[in-house]
């Protein structure tokens, strides 16, 4: 059984999967570079969750600030194929561990850490 409280982690898709995981949800819109699908344990792969190809490349740009893509990112986000696919992530977190995997260096600054502020105020 999954941790008494549910928790939303982030960890990079690189690290060895652990037991207090939980359900593992990539949030990338690519297959990590190098990684075996065999050994990664992904149980999710929701791409309607990942920023667009547009976004990513304004993001990574020379114009590209972490604040203002936090805001376009949760626009995105409203789309009802992504606000689907992030109810279904809200329900697993409702009831167990969720860990959102991605290969981004510093995940700190990335999507995942808008995902992981989503899914963590519905868990309050």
Same mark, same amino acid.
């Given at each position: 059984?999954?941790?008494?409280?549910?928790?939303?982690?982030?960890? !990079?898709?690189?690290?060895?999967?652990?037991?207090?995981?939980?359900?593992?949800?990539?949030?990338? !819109?690519?297959?990590?570079?190098?990684?075996?699908? =065999?050994?990664?344990?992904?149980?999710?792969?929701?791409?309607?969750? =990942?920023?667009?190809?547009?976004?990513?490349?304004?993001?990574?740009?020379?114009?590209?600030?972490?604040?203002?893509?936090?805001?376009?990112?949760?626009?995105? @986000?409203?789309?009802?194929?992504?606000?689907?696919? @992030?109810?279904?992530?809200?329900?697993?977190?409702?009831?167990?561990?969720? =860990?959102?995997?991605?290969?981004?260096?510093?995940?700190?600054?990335?999507?995942?850490?808008?995902?992981?502020?989503?899914?963590?105020?519905? @868990? =309050?």
């Amino acid at each position: 059984m999954a941790a008494s409280t549910p928790a939303v982690r982030v960890r !990079r898709v690189y690290e060895d999967p652990s037991p207090d995981d939980g359900v593992r949800v990539l949030v990338d !819109r690519l297959w990590p570079r190098g990684l075996k699908k =065999t050994d990664a344990h992904i149980d999710e792969w929701p791409k309607a969750l =990942t920023p667009s190809a547009e976004l990513r490349r304004w993001y990574h740009g020379p114009e590209g600030e972490y604040e203002e893509f936090c805001r376009r990112y949760e626009a995105e @986000l409203d789309a009802p194929e992504a606000a689907a696919a @992030l109810d279904r992530l809200r329900e697993l977190a409702s009831r167990q561990t969720v =860990t959102l995997l991605t290969a981004t260096k510093d995940p700190s600054e990335s999507h995942t850490s808008v995902l992981r502020r989503e899914l963590e105020a519905t @868990l =309050t």
